[in-house]
DNA sequence: GGTATTTGACCTTC
DNA sequence: GAAGGTCAAATACC
């Protein structure tokens, strides 16, 4: 199937899901309503949503993940992907950055605590760069065979935000503030695929970001001037984790909570235990478009504590919180 | 002595 | 050949 059509077949799913959910509102909102017909309603609501999830793992479910258990150079050697790892072309790695500001006398070498432990394993003279930029992986990189690696370098416009790429996740359940501040969410349910303990740590890191640790920079930069400020946007390129955020989507979004829809805008807000609430999900655009509600309403919020995530169209998205992934249920 | 950092060399991609 | 990313020996630090 053709990825358009595919997409169709996935939009009128969903499409279907949000009518069901509507009349089964309007039901709701009736004085005397059958039960049988809002049972019927649920029912295919729930089957609605199962066929478009079922849509979406048969898109990308094929590829599997990385194989991070690595044993250090001879294996990786072999396979291009541990080849390409030990060359700087994670291509199937996720991907984020974030800015950092740091004080002024802060240099890259400074404490940039982020919940992990690091290594710095070289410096390049970045052609076009004003200032060098460190290459660090996980210290338990031997040990546990974690493959997280991160590149820092300071910003040319302004000295005192730091450009933090991540790539890769980390298997070593190092995460210390993180985790701390945030530990992940019990599985909802049993029955869903149990993500891997790579994926684990991918989405335990990503919603830590959300829940926690991330603060959107905003125009006020300067009320924020003692905290390390962080920009962060996510930079998924390949599949090894779609299987997990969409078994997480579906284990945290609740049709039910449908309310009447507004065109065209979808929103999940994340709460402290997950993505709890729903509105007019349009799944094909969830590739496009998470924004932070701080950033697009130019509020001055700089905490993600309640952060909106927008599922809507590129036009409206905010640069600096990205899924760039344009192929990400293709 | 163990661990972290520095830095020149090496490798791959473009 | 240039550039970016990583390796690994040398060095520094605790």
Redesign the pocket.
């Given at each position: 199937m053709g990825d358009w059509e595919q997409k169709n077949h996935l939009i009128n799913e969903l499409a279907e899901g949000r009518e069901l959910a509507k009349q089964l509102q309007s039901y709701l909102n009736l004085p005397f309503s059958p039960n049988e017909t809002q049972e019927v309603l649920v029912q295919r609501i729930i089957a609605s949503y199962e066929k478009a999830l079922s849509m979406l793992n048969c898109s990308v479910g094929t590829s599997s993940p990385p194989s991070l258990n690595g044993s250090p150079?001879s294996d990786q050697d072999s396979d291009p992907e541990h080849?390409?790892?030990?060359?700087?072309?994670?291509k199937s790695m996720p991907k984020w950055t974030k800015q950092v500001r740091v004080g002024p006398g802060m240099g890259i070498?400074g404490p940039l605590e982020d919940g992990f432990?690091?290594?710095?394993?070289?410096?390049?003279?970045?052609?076009?760069?004003k200032h060098p930029?460190?290459?660090y992986?996980c210290?338990h990189r031997h040990g546990r065979g974690c493959l997280a690696?991160k590149?820092v370098q300071r910003s040319d416009e302004d000295p005192t935000i730091l450009d933090v790429s991540y790539?890769g996740s980390h298997t070593c359940n190092n995460s210390s503030s993180l985790a701390a501040a945030a530990p992940p969410p019990p599985a909802a349910d049993q029955t869903h695929q149990q993500p891997t303990q790579q994926n684990q740590s991918e989405e335990q890191l990503l919603m830590n970001y959300f829940r926690t640790g991330l603060k959107v920079l905003t125009d006020d930069l300067h009320t924020n001037h003692q905290d390390n400020t962080v920009i962060p946007s996510f930079h998924y390129p390949s599949s090894s984790n779609i299987q997990n955020w969409q078994n997480n989507l579906a284990e945290n979004f609740t049709p039910p909570f449908l309310s009447p829809a507004t065109s065209g805008t979808s929103y999940f807000s994340a709460s402290p235990s997950g993505f709890n609430s729903y509105q007019n999900f349009q799944s094909d655009q969830l590739t496009e478009i998470i924004s932070s509600s701080a950033a697009t309403s130019g509020t001055n919020s700089p905490t993600i504590g309640n952060l909106d995530f927008q599922f809507g169209n590129a036009h409206e998205f905010d640069p600096h919180f990205t899924f760039d992934n344009p192929g990400f249920f293709s």
């Open positions: 150079r080849r390409n790892t030990r060359l700087g072309k994670r070498e432990s690091w290594r710095k394993y070289g410096q390049k003279d970045i052609l076009g760069a930029r460190g290459y992986r210290t690696t590149q790539k």
